[in-house]
């Protein structure tokens, strides 16, 4: 089973490694270099989440649909290549969008819209078979390698990235973009290889769910309610920060496109390392305290970003990244912890896809309100700075709020209210 895991962890570092050139990248060199709105980057930015709402629809037609006798393989292949295509032609979308707006702009939905799709149709069928191969007992084994690899190739595409594009000009751009997209293809394909087993004709499916059965667990129950604006709140604070984060640097400190790379670098070993220790914290500590830990650390790590605009200090800048990667890699492993707990026997994948559906939707909240409200706020003001200030304070706040709403979830209730009739159930029983 580990060549198993391994090969899954090898197409979710594919499929992630598509996002890093565009949320580390391509981002800043859009908004800085080119000066395009963060507003417009942000929405091409988030087309994957925009889209995500079709993961149900997808999940449910591989489930019954499959090809050659694979339910999978084929639909994550599909995914895959056009993420890849996405990443290989984005920095062309981007130079030409500079020169010829109209032009540029249809070409970037396409391009970026090609890259939101293959995202969706490879995540929701590559995870679909992680829970399929492993069982029950080894989901989070799984989890935890696919998840290990991903921050990892995360780390690595970073720094190769800034190694690539040093210095920086639109050729070493869009070769860097180019050798990415091949690593992602090669690795992808590497994982696919053999790992699916052929469905048989007898073999039944997965029972399906759509989004309003989705929405519906979610409201009735008190808990799965505040959980899910919980998540929200969270990731769109945490996760909304990836297309200004790396602006800022540039704007504030005056960093290269090299420099402002490498943050992702550094956020994402800080994220791994707090991984490791919010696994060694398992079943040592509550999941609760481990997500407080995670939720104060990330708004430690904005406010003092806020701080590190204000008077302009590089180092106390970094000092913000490390306490967001660290507050980010412990609210990851509590909050899926939680995650799993706020689940049903037999409606496991109702409510996965539902806290799934939260994600998509928090990411696309926390990216495009970023890019308006630093649009917004700095056509007000005439200072760029002073948006991404007002957008970090936001995502401070919202980090605030939504660690005051932890207190609020409990698992115990909410299995209660799962499995204890309503009132009007108990008076209809009664009356029998």
Same mark, same amino acid.
């Given at each position: ?46 087309? !994957?989440?925009?889209?995500? !709402? ?20 084929? =639909?994550?292949?599909? &995914?895959?290549?056009?993420?890849? +295509?996405?990443?290989?032609?984005? !920095? /062309? ?17 396409? #391009?970026?819209? @090609? ?6 149709? *490879? ?31 995360? %780390? ?8 690539? $594009? ?5 050729? #070493? ?16 394909? +590497? ?11 007898? *073999? ?47 704007? #504030? ?14 956020? &994402? ?8 220790? #919010? ?6 500590? *509550?999941?609760?305290?481990? @997500? /407080? ?18 008077? +302009?200090?590089?180092? $106390? ?34 409510? %996965? &896809? ?18 308006? $409200? ?29 660690? %005051? ?12 209210? $799962?499995?204890? !009739?309503? =009132? ?9």
């Amino acid at each position: 089973m580990f060549l198993k895991r391994f090969q899954l962890g090898l197409i979710h570092v594919a499929v992630a490694m598509t996002l890093v050139p565009i949320n580390s990248t391509l981002n800043r060199v859009m908004i800085k270099e080119l000066a395009i709105s963060a507003t417009l980057v942000a929405i091409l930015a988030s087309l !994957p989440y925009l889209f995500a !709402p079709i993961q149900v629809a997808i999940g449910s037609y591989s489930d019954h649909h499959p090809i050659l006798g694979f339910r999978r393989t084929p =639909y994550i292949l599909v &995914g895959l290549v056009l993420c890849v +295509l996405g990443v290989l032609v984005s !920095p /062309q979308v981007a130079f030409l969008m500079a020169k010829n707006f109209p032009l540029g702009l249809l070409a970037g939905l396409l #391009a970026f819209g @090609a890259w939101g799709m293959g995202y969706n149709l *490879s995540a929701v069928s590559y995870l679909s078979l992680a829970s399929e191969l492993s069982g029950e007992n080894g989901r989070g084994k799984t989890i935890a390698t696919m998840w290990f690899m991903m921050i990892t190739s995360i %780390i690595l595409t970073a720094i190769g990235l800034s190694r690539m $594009v040093d210095p920086y000009t639109p050729e #070493a751009l869009i070769r860097a973009f180019g050798y990415v997209a091949g690593s992602a293809l090669i690795l992808g394909l +590497l994982g696919l290889i053999r790992l699916e087993p052929r469905a048989s004709a007898s *073999s039944t499916a997965s029972e399906s769910y759509t989004v309003k059965q989705m929405t519906s667990a979610i409201t009735a129950n008190p808990v799965a309610r505040v959980f899910f604006i919980y998540l929200l709140l969270l990731l769109a604070a945490i996760l909304g920060q990836d297309v200004l984060l790396e602006p800022f640097g540039a704007e #504030a400190f005056g960093m290269t496109v090299t420099q402002t790379t490498r943050i992702t670098s550094i956020w &994402g070993t800080f994220v791994l390392l707090a991984i490791i220790v #919010a696994g060694f914290l398992e079943g040592r500590v *509550s999941k609760r305290l481990v @997500a /407080q830990l995670g939720n104060t650390g990330a708004l430690l790590g904005f406010i003092v970003i806020v701080i590190s605009g204000i008077f +302009l200090s590089k180092h $106390v800048f970094y000092t913000g990244v490390t306490l967001l990667g660290i507050g980010t890699g412990l609210s990851t492993v509590a909050n899926l912890s939680l995650m799993f707990d706020l689940t049903v026997p037999g409606m496991v994948g109702l409510y %996965i &896809g539902a806290w799934g559906f939260s994600n998509a939707l928090s990411r696309l909240t926390g990216s495009i309100l970023g890019g308006v $409200v630093r649009d917004v706020v700095t056509q007000a003001t005439g200072v760029a700075l002073s948006g991404y200030l007002v957008v970090f304070s936001i995502e401070a706040l919202m980090l605030l709020i939504a660690a %005051i709403m932890l207190y609020r979830i409990d698992v115990n209730a909410f299995q209660k209210q $799962v499995h204890e !009739p309503s =009132y009007v159930e108990k008076v209809a029983l009664a009356a029998e």
